[in-house]
Nanobody, 115 residues
């Protein structure tokens, strides 16, 4: 009932920057947490960053100091700076309702960091 649409992925050289955006639409009552996960080929999907309605941010150790998450009630952005080849992955937007009452994934957007 909730749809998440990501944008902003693409090809960037090491050291470059990208900004990912995600917007939720549909039958939205409330969203508690929005965030970003990523999955590289042959690897498990991993948390990149999340942000709650209360403003609490959570980052993977591998991206601290380089990535910044921000959000409104129904959108979430991820500013990615100083990108490294190991950041290459499909990035997925995620939203979760209060008390984990529901969850939804976006379709994913490819981020490739290569020279």
């Amino acid at each position: 009932q909730v749809q998440l649409v990501e944008s902003g992925g693409g090809l960037v050289q090491p050291g470059g920057s990208l900004r990912l955006s995600c917007a939720a639409s549909g039958s939205i009552v409330s969203i508690y947490i929005m965030g970003w996960y990523r999955q590289a080929p042959g690897k498990q999907r991993e948390l990149v960053a999340t942000m709650s309605n209360g403003g609490i941010r959570n980052y993977a150790d591998s991206v601290k100091g380089r990535f910044t998450i921000s959000r409104t009630k129904n959108t979430v952005d991820l500013q990615m700076n100083s990108l490294k080849p190991e950041d290459t992955a499909v990035y997925y937007c995620n939203a979760e309702g209060p008390r984990s009452s529901w969850g939804q994934w976006g379709q994913g957007t490819q981020v490739t960091v290569s020279s």
